[in-house]
C-alpha cells in the first residue's frame, strides 16, 4: 500500500496488540481472518451474520478487544476492516478506504467496489507474487471486486494500483473478460455463505480447492457457537432509511452495521 495512504488509516491496525475477531458470514471475511491470525496471531472468537452475534466456546473474557472482520460497524468505538460505503463519521476506528476517501452519496460512483481482503493483503505488504494466475483471479473474486474494472476503469486503476500497489490484478481485469471470473466463482463456489448449524460453522465453499490453489489452510473454526445478541436486519431505499433512522434516535437507539449497497438502497442492523 502506498506508505503516506496507509497513515490515513486507524492506529489500531498497527499498534502490534493482539486482538479477537468477528468473522462474518462470507469468504470476504474467512479469508481475511485466516491471514490477520497467520501474520498478526489474531483469534476468531465470534461470529455475526447480521441476524446474530454468536459467540464462541473459546472465548475468554480478558479485555483483549474485539476486531469486526468485513464489518461495516458504524457504532463509534468499534474496531472494524470493513469495505462498503457507509456515509458515516461516527466510527474512527473503522478501517476502510471508503471511509478515507470520504465516499458519500454525492460521490457514490468514485466509491471502492473491492474487497476488505485486498485491502489487508495491501496494508500488511503480503507478497502475491507467487501466486498463480488463478488464485489471483481468485483473490479478484472475493466480492466480486473485478467489476470495479466494468463499472470504471479509471476508478479501478485509482484504488489497485495508486493505493493498493497491487498492479498484477488490475493487468487481470484488463486480460480476463467479466465471465471468466463468473466462472471461478461457480467452480469453487466462492458465493456460498458461511453459517451456523447445530452450533458449528458449515458452508459449502469448496474449501479444499482453495487450500491447493493458495498453498494454505482453509478450516473454519472449530468451536461450538451460542447465539448471545439478535438484530434487525433490513433494507431500505433512502426515504426508509430517513425515516427508521429518526425512529431510533427518537428511541435512544443506534444503527450496528450499515452498508449502502446501492447509491439509493441501503443494509442496516440495529
Known amino acids: 500500500m502506498d506508505k503516506e495512504y496507509k497513515q490515513k488509516y486507524p492506529e489500531w491496525t498497527r499498534d502490534g496488540k493482539k486482538y479477537y475477531m468477528t468473522m462474518s458470514d462470507d469468504l470476504d471475511s474467512f479469508f481475511s481472518c485466516l491471514l490477520l491470525e497467520k501474520i498478526l496471531g489474531y483469534k476468531v472468537t465470534h ?10 466456546d473459546n472465548y475468554i473474557y480478558d479485555g483483549t478487544i474485539l476486531v469486526g472482520v468485513d ?13 462498503h460505503c457507509t456515509c458515516s463519521k461516527n466510527n474512527l476506528n473503522a478501517s476502510n478506504i471508503n471511509n478515507i476517501e470520504k ?34 483471479m481468485i ?6 471486486t473485478f467489476k470495479m474494472y466494468s463499472f470504471n476503469k479509471n476508478n479501478c486503476k ?6 493498493l500497489e497491487l498492479p498484477e490484478l488490475y493487468a487481470l481485469c484488463e486480460e480476463h473478460s467479466q465471465e471468466e471470473f463468473y466462472d471461478l466463482i461457480k467452480k469453487y463456489n466462492l458465493h456460498e455463505k ?16 482453495l487450500e491447493e490453489i493458495f498453498n494454505m489452510p ?8 451460542e447465539l448471545v445478541h439478535t438484530y434487525e436486519n433490513i433494507g431500505l431505499h433512502y426515504d426508509g432509511y430517513k425515516r427508521i433512522k429518526k425512529q431510533l434516535e427518537a428511541e435512544g ?18
Not at 461470529?47 to 464462541?56: C, P
Not at 476488505?116 to 495491501?122: C, D, K, R, V
Not at 502475491?128 to 489471483?136: F, K, Q, V
Not at 485509482?158 to 493505493?163: A, Q, R
Request: hydrophobic share 40%; proline share 2%; aromatic share 18%.
Open 47 to 56: 461470529y455475526y451474520d447480521f441476524d446474530g452475534l454468536y459467540q464462541g
Open 71 to 83: 464489518m461495516d460497524i458504524v457504532k463509534p468505538g468499534y474496531r472494524v476492516w470493513g469495505n
Open 103 to 136: 465516499i458519500n452519496l454525492n460521490n457514490y460512483t468514485a466509491k471502492y467496489a473491492g474487497s476488505t481482503l485486498l485491502q489487508i493483503i495491501s496494508y500488511y505488504n503480503l507478497d502475491i507474487s507467487m501466486l498463480s494466475e488463478e488464485a489471483m
Open 139 to 144: 483473490l479478484l473474486a472475493v466480492d466480486t
Open 158 to 163: 485509482y484504488y489497485l494500483v495508486d493505493i
Open 194 to 209: 458461511i453459517y451456523i448449524e447445530n452450533g458449528v460453522l458449515e458452508t459449502k465453499i469448496d474449501l479444499k480447492s
Open 218 to 225: 482453509f478450516i473454519l473454526p472449530k468451536n461450538k457457537f
Open 253 to 270: 437507539k443506534q444503527i450496528f452495521t450499515k452498508a449502502w449497497t446501492q447509491r439509493t438502497y441501503v443494509k442496516i442492523s440495529y
